[in-house]
Each structure stands twice: as structure tokens, then as C-alpha cells.
């Protein structure tokens, strides 16, 4: 019996969603592993969990997906309730559902979307969004977005994938590159602006600004290749006309930098209806 | 010379903001202590911070301010940079300035604006948000909301405020009790609804919602009493009227249980311009 859940995580103290293997030493903690883990308890048995997405050490997620197949004994379980009780805070099952025997969290997906999160303040970061939040500095936001046009559609994104997964292809289709403020007006919450609330510090904007890319596949860390690319873009450093001749010219080597981790949220994944 | 600063902190890691005595073992990890100790590696000299709210342990920051004094040797010194560069990533200072000798951070203010997170799933709770809510489950919040109307205005508060403390009078004038959607339609994040975003499981509405209590002053725990008597008016375990006659009855002991800390985070101080 197959059984697909949506996951939610702070990946902050897990090195990644993948299972590692080690030759010596304790096993690094993963997001994978304490699933199975809790799997396991709750089955009687080892049960394999297939994500949709591997994310990196740092990664958080809010829309994970992942399938495993469980004992037919187990049919009537309140999924989310008995993994909730089995799993660390900093791992949730928001959702669970039975799908066909033919479902594949990776294969079957169609498109999957990711947002990362910048603080355009160098002189401080929000201590709780810390973890969420790459700290960029102030930024030109609008030549980003008219490097974002450049990048979206379909292209050969080799010059935004890093080495270390094998695939057949680096060609991937872009549909949507959005900019949206995290926190209109507000450094004090996620709430509506109001006249009555300070001003943010450095400027008339809120501070925290949420990029969200949604494609068909990403590459290995290619949205944190395509932020470090839009980043260099806001700091002047690159015309946003660069990021079309970056990838043009295919090399990882003369693209700008990976984006940090722990901006990067895994926030959606799209199947057939 | 005297200076006037706004902090933010995350309170998880801190047993609240005042530095407290302990006959034996290792001092606890206070925000005044974090502060004073970076105080003092600046000036040179032991430097005393005086904040105007002692938040509890677990009780978080987004614009607490202090003041203290320091060398006029100092006077040209960036302050937010130098003292960001000396604490821990969990309190940060988002501004400094000087101020007239007389000012003083509690004394002087005029009203203080407390905010408190709820999520209303009992299923989950989004893990990058658990530090920052109280896991209430559904409440009925139209309810809340005739509740708070009850609570709003002068009032004597003996009802909702924790021993520990001495005051001189219990009588608090509280302005406001606002309540508003910390992400609209939105359980993978900040920004606006759209059609293509998930409906959150539970419901039509988003998870997380702002409680915000502005007055002249709170007694000790008043603003997590206040939230625990709404949160029992809200789970349907007592009429929104009993909300007046708790504060009528003037007995703690017979009042809702205090809501817990990790929800509460301190907004906003003013003082007069």
C-alpha cells in the first residue's frame, strides 16, 4: 500500500534530506533517516521513503514529498498523527494520503517550486529568521528581475549545476521567476503595514524578500546557482544581460557563486491531477 | 554619555532578560547579560543596560529597547556595528542613538506593544515557526475578538498578573487588542495568497495569527494571561462576558492558565517624541 506525505522541515540541524552512508563514525543526521526511522516504528519493518527533492544540509522545506510503501495491516492509521508523534519538532507530515501503486514522489512530479529568502540589511539580521534567510545586503532588485526574465523558460542550465548527481540532460524549463515581499512594511512581523509601524531601518522596504523559482527540475543546487547569479546582478557586479550569456556559455566555472543554504525553502511539488 | 537602543532577540536560548544571581553553579544566559558583557569588551569598563521590559525565559524581540551609559570616549562609535560584532546571532541591535541624560528606557516609555502568535492546527505545527507559537488547535476567534473588547481599555488587571514582582497599582490602560492573519492564505510562507498556493489543511484560513496588545504598561505575565483567558474563550470553555468578570473578580488564582512564553515577542516600545 502506497502512501504519498507532504513534509515540512527546519533544515538547519539535519545534513540534508539524504541518507548517508558512512565508513566510520556516527551517521549524519538526515531527514530521510529519522522518516524511515519513525517508519520503521510505526511498521514493524524497514519502509524505504523516495522524496521528490534531495536538499542540501540547510535546506528547509514546506512542501516536501515523499512516498513509501507500508504494510496493507496498517490501512485505517491516521498517517500524520502517528509519524507526528514519531518524529523530532524540526520534522512535520502536514498531509498523507494513499496513491496508487504506480506513484513516484521524483518521476511523477511535474514541476516543483522553490523559494529562497534574502535580508537586504548588512547590519543586522532578524535573530528569528536568521536560519531562513541569506543576508545579502541592499540590493537592486529591478535589474534582478530584468536578469530573472533572461532565465526563465527553456535552456541548458549547465552553467548553474554542480557536480556530484549524474543526469542525462541539463536542459530544464524555467516557468516562473517571482519576487515578493516577505513582510510588506513590517520588520516587527508578518502582519498588514500599517502608519503606526516603524519604518524599517534602512530604507522604505521591508527588509526580507522571498525569490520563488518554479520549473519543471532543478540541477544539483541550481537555484542557489541561480541566486548567487541574480545577487551578483543586484550588487551592480554583473549587467543583467550576463545571465543570458552565463548561460550561453554553459561553464559552472565563470558563473558567480552558490547561494547560501539556509535562504533555500523547498515549497511545493506538482503532480498530474 | 547616554545611549538609547532597540534590540531583537530570539528568546529560545535565553533564560529571559534579566541577569539573575545565582548562589551556586553557572549563571544563567540572559540578554541584559549578553549585552553587558559586549558592553563592557567595547568600553573597557563595566557598563550597566537597563531594559524596558523584562521578558520572561523563552519570551522573544523584536524592538525591546535599553539605554545605557558609556565613555564619551566612545561618542563617535558606530553602536549597532560594534555591538553586533560582539553578541551571539540571537539578539542583535537594530538601532542606536544618543539620548538626554534623563531618559529612561522603562520610565520614560509611554506604551509598550506585545505580540502574540498563535497556529491553529493541532496536527502540525509548521517546524521553522515552533519557537514562535502556541499550538492552540482551532479556536473560535470571533469569540476572542468579543472577549478582547471586554479587556480593552483601564481596568484594574490583578486578575492577570503573576506574583513576583511589587507594584503600586494594578491598574493598566490597554489601548488596542488586534488581531490579524500572519500569512494570508499561505502555509509555505509570507508572501500573498494566490490561487495556485495549497489551501492549508485545516481550513480556508492560514495557521498562524497575530495577537497584539498595546498599553501603558503590563503587569508581570499579563500579556500570556490575557492570551490564555482568550484562548479558553476561544475553545469554547468560557463565554466572552467572563472575560469581564475575571477582571471584575480581581483573582489570579481563579483566572485561565498563563499561555505559554515562546508565542509572546515584545514589538514595540514609545516614548514620547
Wanted: proline share 7%; with cysteine.
Amino acid at each position: 500500500m502506497r502512501v504519498k506525505l507532504t513534509l515540512a522541515y527546519d533544515g538547519t540541524a539535519f545534513a540534508g534530506w539524504q541518507i548517508q552512508a558512512r565508513a566510520a563514525g556516527p551517521r549524519p543526521r538526515t531527514v530521510q533517516g529519522c522518516l524511515e526511522a519513525a517508519l520503521e516504528r510505526i511498521c514493524g519493518a524497514p519502509v524505504r521513503a523516495h522524496g521528490a527533492g534531495r536538499t542540501d544540509a540547510g535546506v528547509h522545506a514546506e512542501g516536501q514529498v515523499a512516498h513509501c510503501d507500508v504494510p496493507e495491516t496498517r490501512a485505517g492509521l491516521d498517517w500524520v498523527r502517528a509519524l507526528n508523534g514519531n518524529l523530532d519538532e524540526d520534522v512535520r507530515v502536514l498531509a498523507a494520503e494513499p496513491v496508487p501503486p504506480d506513484f513516484h514522489a521524483r518521476y511523477a512530479a511535474l514541476s516543483k517550486t522553490y523559494t529562497y529568502r534574502i535580508w537586504l540589511s548588512r547590519r543586522y539580521v532578524l535573530p528569528t529568521r536568521r536560519h531562513f534567510v541569506w543576508a545579502t545586503g541592499p540590493l537592486d532588485q529591478e535589474a534582478m528581475d530584468a536578469a530573472a526574465r533572461r532565465l526563465e523558460g527553456e535552456h541548458d542550465f549547465a552553467a548553474f549545476q554542480n557536480t556530484g548527481t549524474e543526469v542525462r540532460s541539463t536542459v530544464r524549463t524555467v516557468a516562473r521567476i517571482e519576487r515578493f515581499c516577505a513582510a510588506p512594511g513590517v520588520p516587527d512581523g508578518y502582519g498588514p503595514a500599517t502608519a503606526e509601524l516603524p519604518e524599517p531601518p534602512e530604507g522604505p522596504e521591508a527588509l526580507e524578500w522571498c525569490w520563488r523559482f518554479t520549473a519543471d527540475g532543478f540541477l544539483k543546487q541550481m537555484v542557489r546557482n541561480l541566486m548567487g547569479c541574480l545577487v551578483e546582478v543586484g550588487r551592480g557586479r554583473l549587467a543583467p544581460d550576463a545571465a543570458a550569456a552565463i548561460l550561453a556559455r554553459g561553464d559552472r566555472t565563470r558563473a558567480p557563486a552558490t547561494a547560501p543554504a539556509r535562504g533555500l525553502c523547498l515549497t511545493r511539488v506538482r503532480y498530474p491531477a
